[in-house]
Nanobody
């Protein structure tokens, strides 16, 4: 069992950067593939990034490719999402999720979820 807590969400202006943290407890996150998902009002949940459990390979949705970076800090048992060049379309609740499998999946495939953190991009 692993518990996940997100932090770092904020109100920022277009073009700004933000770094989200997903802090794990109860088990090392190195044994899990970790994904970042977001959900905006009246929109479907979207998987934006995933870091694999075995080799640290990363995946990004087309909408964030080149702007977002997912990374691990094993010593801190934390996975980060660095978000650059934010725009209003990035406004959403961002959640991290873990699966004991090698790679992330959809909502039903992820075993553990955090509570989410709000990111609002507005001028």
């Amino acid at each position: 069992q692993v518990q996940l807590v997100e932090s770092g969400g904020d109100l920022v202006q277009p073009g700004d950067s933000l770094k989200l943290s997903c802090i794990g407890s109860g088990h090392t996150l190195d044994d899990y593939a970790i994904g970042w998902y977001r959900q905006a009002p009246e929109k479907e949940r979207e998987g934006v990034a995933c870091i694999g459990s075995s080799d640290g390979r990363a995946y990004y949705a087309d909408s964030v490719e080149g702007r977002f970076t997912i990374s691990r800090d094993s010593a801190k048992n934390t996975v980060y999402l660095q978000m650059n060049s934010l725009n209003p379309e990035d406004t959403a609740v961002y959640s991290c999720a873990a699966t004991p499998f090698e790679w992330c999946g959809g909502y039903d495939d992820m075993a553990f979820w955090g509570q989410g953190t709000q990111v609002t991009v507005s001028s």
